[in-house]
């Protein structure tokens, strides 16, 4: 029996529709898991228990919640860390200001989150609730680089089964548009450390007068870190966007913005709001200082801003001049046309990685306010990534739709680890608070690097860390030899930062011998190559940094599976454990609203399923468990057992949904564990779990469907209450005595 303070798999708590699976999901691995002697035990990195987590002195000593995600990411530097990562919300701060509202209804004494502070005290509440703020788990628990790919039974049943996928005309009208310059891709510098530069850096703004301010101090780095710098400038932003308005308004489509607020925590909603002021731009000229004074901030979003001018006594005139820019204005793509939020509503409405592939699956194709489909003008602002997108629009155009029956897969090697390329995830990320420059100065002295700003500029910069680099290559070099699939490192020698990764990815190519089989491509010339692999239907693997991992592990995916929920992502950590996560959680808030309103959650846990007989299979390999290795393997027989009997989760209400899934894995499960002959106790065990399953199938069913319908009670969405959760989420009581 394993020690009961130490769980052998970790299971995390998080936000939105994976966490209430995880109130259906998660008893039934116990269950299971304890048969063999397998201690499952979790940790809270929800947003709203990182925000308990942070304030302990102003709650009661029932409300009060260790700081789990810090006592993780020590887990994860530990060679016997086995984490089943499920997805969480990356706040942007309509979301954490959400998220506190909700927790303070509950009874919990937060302060409010103070986006403008008038004081030292509201500075140090702001700085604790930033630092929850955007990707702030990721980089704590990826102490390893990314290994993802479709599972061979997600990949079978796709090609067997494949979803709909929207017509492409060679004519279509669709495009990405980007800045020619003065962007961060335009702006970028970067150099690798040698060991007498290393140290605690700093970040510094120099004001045209000559004084010094101390953005960022003791900022350590490390011998061979590869460091960036690089800004954006908000004068060519600004002129950009209103061109790209007129632009879309002559083309006679639609406006689209494509950014990434919830990672990009700093950069992207400041983007964000200039996008927002430019579509107002008439409003903000007539306006401007009254609207500063209702404390009016674009970088919130058009939803917020609205809701502050409704607030303001001429809010009738300044909304009938909105009202008369709009007819005006072309038409803009909807998040929701029947609600009216349209695509600059809400920062993290619109998330990149999900929201483009979605407009490539359905042939160039977007909503707008009256809810008919039509082409888009997808806005990019900055060129580092947005190539991938424009290449694959133009590639579609040419060749038509991917064939999702025939098509070959495109699998990720991504740099990560040690919060590599976290851009705007970590506080090295700035506005220009005037003219001047910004400069990275090292221990030493030396200014490596610097770049002349405007006030509003966007500064940032990141690093990639040797150990992570190194590891990275020879991920690569394994993956290659394992598949034998085409391999491209997707670096752009033309731009600085990706430059310096070339310099170690060439010589240590070369040193293995095996510099014929990759090639080093940038991004879109890249995205061609796999587009044109993949339609021959072969494979490929994508080796990218941290960004485009993020962005391709959603695009191909999408187009392959028809979600990225599907991904096996094995995250090998440096020091040998194992980060196992299970999918996407874009669409999540959907998800959770049709729960609340008809009792049915359409999630699909099949990236769970994937993770979870990974994790055992792992906990077999590195702890000599052979029972955890009996149910990994079962557990890999009732994921393809998900598959080939269609049991997956239904979007209509009525139809089998998430908690439907869950019983045929746990019934899979045990009747794989029945009929296995390598663990005599393990069958003996679930014999008589299978057979109940079986037999209690019509009534389970019955009590599952019944469930569907009426509104569901959670007691609320970013802190619901884990009795309400645990009722709603486990309807059946034949099931439930069945399990345990």
């Known amino acids: 029996m394993a020690d009961q303070t130490t769980p052998d798999i970790i299971y995390t708590t998080v936000d939105e529709a994976p966490e209430l699976a995880s109130a259906s999901f998660l008893p039934i691995i116990r269950a299971f898991a304890d048969a063999a002697g397998i201690k499952v035990g979790t940790k809270d990195i929800s947003l709203a228990g990182r925000i308990i987590s942070t304030f302990p002195e102003n709650l009661t000593d029932a409300q009060r919640q260790s ?165 954006m400038s908000a004068k060519a932003l600004s002129a ?106 809400v920062p993290s409405d619109v998330i990149i990685d999900a929201s483009m592939p979605a ?51 495109v699998a990720n090697v991504g740099l990560m680890a040690q919060k590599a390329e976290e851009y705007g995830s970590h506080p090295t990320t700035f506005e220009a608070p005037a003219e001047g420059s910004i400069r990275i100065v090292l221990a030493n002295g030396e200014a490596l690097l610097s770049h002349d700003v405007e006030k509003g500029d966007i500064w940032r910069a990141c690093t990639v860390n040797k150990a992570p680099i190194e590891n990275w290559i020879q991920l690569a070099l394994d993956r290659q030899r394992l598949t034998g699939s085409e391999a491209i490192f997707w670096l752009d020698a033309n731009r600085a930062h990706d430059a310096e990764l070339i310099k170690y990815v060439t010589p240590a190519l070369e040193a293995a011998g095996v510099a014929d089989k990759f090639s080093i491509m940038a991004p879109r010339e890249a995205t061609r190559a796999s587009l ?96 955890a290795g009996v149910l990994g393997v079962a557990a890999e027989a009732a994921t393809q057992g998900i598959l080939d009997n269609n049991r997956s989760p239904s979007r209509k209400v009525g139809e089998p949904d998430n908690r439907d899934s869950h019983y045929w894995f746990a019934r899979y499960w045990a009747e794989a564990l029945t009929a296995q002959t390598d663990d005599a106790a393990l069958a003996a065990h679930f014999a008589p779990i299978a057979k109940a399953l079986a037999e209690g199938e019509t009534a389970i069913l019955a009590e599952l469907a019944a469930a569907q319908g009426p509104a569901a009670d959670i007691g609320g969405y970013y802190h619901p209450a884990a009795e309400k959760k645990a009722s709603v989420m486990r309807p059946s009581a034949t099931f439930n005595a069945i399990i345990g």
């Not at 874009?586 to 009792?599: C, D």
């Open 67 to 231: 700081d789990d995600l810090a006592e993780l990411g020590e887990l994860v530097k530990t060679p016997g860390a086995n984490v089943i990562k499920l997805p969480n919300v990356s706040a942007s701060v309509p979301q954490l200001v959400a998220a506190i509202q909700e927790l303070q209804a509950q009874g919990y004494n937060l302060p409010s989150y103070p986006e403008e502070p008038s004081n030292a005290d509201e500075e140090a509440i702001k700085a604790r609730y930033d630092a929850i703020k955007g990707s702030a788990v990721n980089p704590v628990l990826r102490e390893g680089n990314s290994d993802r790919r479709a599972a061979k039974a997600v990949k079978n049943y796709a090609q067997k089964n494949p979803h709909s996928m929207g017509k492409w005309a060679s004519d279509s009208k669709t495009h990405v548009a980007s800045m020619s310059g003065n962007d961060f891709y335009a702006n970028e510098k970067a150099a690798t450390l040698t060991a007498d530069q290393a140290g605690a850096a700093k970040i510094e703004f120099v004001a045209k007068d000559g004084a010094v301010t101390v953005l960022k101090d003791g900022w350590v780095l490390g011998d061979g870190t590869v460091v960036d710098g690089t800004f």
């Open 240 to 345: 950009f966007l209103a061109e790209e308005i007129e632009n879309t308004k002559k083309d006679g489509i639609m406006f689209s913005l494509h950014m990434k607020a919830t990672m990009m925590k700093v950069s992207d909603p400041i983007i964000f709001g200039h996008a927002v002021k430019a579509w107002l731009a008439p409003v903000f000229d007539k306006y401007g200082d009254a609207l500063a004074a209702a404390g009016v901030n674009p970088n919130s979003g058009m939803g917020d801003v609205l809701a502050r001018i409704a607030e303001m006594p001429n809010a009738a005139e300044i909304q009938a001049d909105i009202d008369a820019l709009n007819a005006e204005r072309p038409s803009i793509y909807m998040v929701d046309s029947d609600k009216g939020i349209t695509n600059l509503h």
């Open 359 to 409: 407009v490539i699956r359905a042939g160039g194709k977007g909503w707008d306010e009256t809810g008919s489909k039509g082409d888009l003008n997808c806005v990019i602002p900055d060129n580092c990534y947005a190539t991938i997108y424009d290449e694959s629009i133009k590639f579609f155009k040419e060749n038509g739709a991917l064939d999702v029956a025939t098509a070959g897969s």
């Open 532 to 627: 044109n692999t993949i339609t021959a239907g072969k494979d490929s693997i994508a080796i990218t940094g941290n960004v485009l991992r993020d962005y391709l592990t959603d695009l191909f995916p999408i187009l392959e599976l028809g979600t990225s929920a599907k991904m096996l992502s094995i995250v090998k950590l440096m020091n040998g454990g194992g980060l196992f996560e299970t999918g996407a959680g874009g669409s999540a808030p959907k998800h959770v609203q049709q729960l609340v309103s008809q009792n049915h959650l359409r999630w699909d846990s099949m990236g769970e399923f994937c993770a979870l007989g990974e994790s055992l299979n792992f906990l077999a390999d590195s702890k000599g468990n052979s029972k």
